[in-house]
């Protein structure tokens, strides 16, 4: 595999015009012929350079010695994200729920549906429209009711927590 070098000789470019055409400065370059860490960008942006002057497809990862920083995509976190939070519920499952006597299990269910559904929707509430978010919470909200967790509320919230339900339940789309 060819190494930045042996790309930069082929093309016939000084370190100074390879840093040039790969739109970088030349310290950055530098780093690249020292085998610092840079970039994806940076290293794509070296690739491009040469694959244009060579007028064939070379990728990054078609560089030899050429040091790249290991960066997720965020595509990559948010499924990280989401695995945790899954992950986490089955060990609630599996290390307290199912340790529990066959008569407590529902209600332990119960709390590690709900948060395993909250821990969703705080991660990705970017994907979701603040109507969303709060119809969520409004589901949420009433099935806390139906077993009793809403202890903690007051009258009026409760009240209207249930308006706002039977608002959405009777909404015709």
Known sequence: MPTIEDYRLQCGWSKN???????????????IFNGEIVTIATAKKLAVAISKELEQTVRFQDIEGLNVKNETTYEERRDERFFAATQAALKDIHERAMQLPQDQRYAA????????VRSLTVNFAEHFSPEQIAEIGIVLGQLDRVVGEDQHLDEKIKAKQDQLAWVLRETEE
């Open 109 to 116: 269910a119960y709390g590690i549906l709900i948060g395993y």
């Open 17 to 31: 015009e390879m840093a040039r055409r790969a739109n970088m400065d030349f310290n950055t370059l530098q780093k």
